[in-house]
């Protein structure tokens, strides 16, 4: 079985529409904040955490993913559940400022940071906050 990570998009409301926030990972590639999912936790919950400890940022999560994709990494395959998140509130500081820098951007913007496996996920997130599904856009 494959292990699970989940994956948070955090976004808010901005004087031009929706932004979204991506961090950079140890590289100092722009990704998304994502974690583990351990066993006493849900995707929602690690989601939730992993937005909170790599982005300074705590809000409501969606209950379901919008998406998911594969990974492999620690030799093992991994599957990546996406959640959104809604950010309610950024901390000036946060347990991992001091190794991650964090950007917002408009989604056009963000399709031109972000790389790879997460270029798509913009996209899709920008369809599921349009189709506004309870379960995978939090209120």
């Known amino acids: 079985m494959a292990l699970r990570q989940a994956c948070a998009v955090p976004f808010r409301e901005g004087p031009a529409g ?6 950079t990972n140890w590289k100092g590639k722009w990704i998304f904040p994502k974690g583990v999912v351990d066993d006493d936790e849900d995707g ?37 559940e996406v959640y959104l998140l809604r950010v309610e509130r950024v901390l000036d500081s946060w347990e991992e400022d001091d190794e ?10 963000m399709r031109d ?3 790879g496996k997460l270029r798509p996920i913009v996209d899709e997130a920008l369809k599921t906050l ?3 599904d309870p379960d995978r856009v939090p209120a």
Not at 66 to 80: E, L, N, Q, R
Request: hydrophobic content about 45%; overall charge neutral.
């Open 44 to 80: 929602p919950d690690t989601a939730a955490k992993e937005a909170f400890e790599e982005a300074g940022v705590r809000g409501r999560v969606a209950r379901a993913p919008f998406a998911t994709y594969p990974d492999h990494k620690w030799g093992s395959d991994i599957v990546v």
């Open 18 to 23: 929706v932004e979204f926030l991506a961090i």
């Open 130 to 132: 349009a189709g506004r």
């Open 113 to 115: 940071f972000i790389r």
């Open 100 to 109: 991650r820098e964090r950007r917002w951007a408009d989604p056009e913007a």
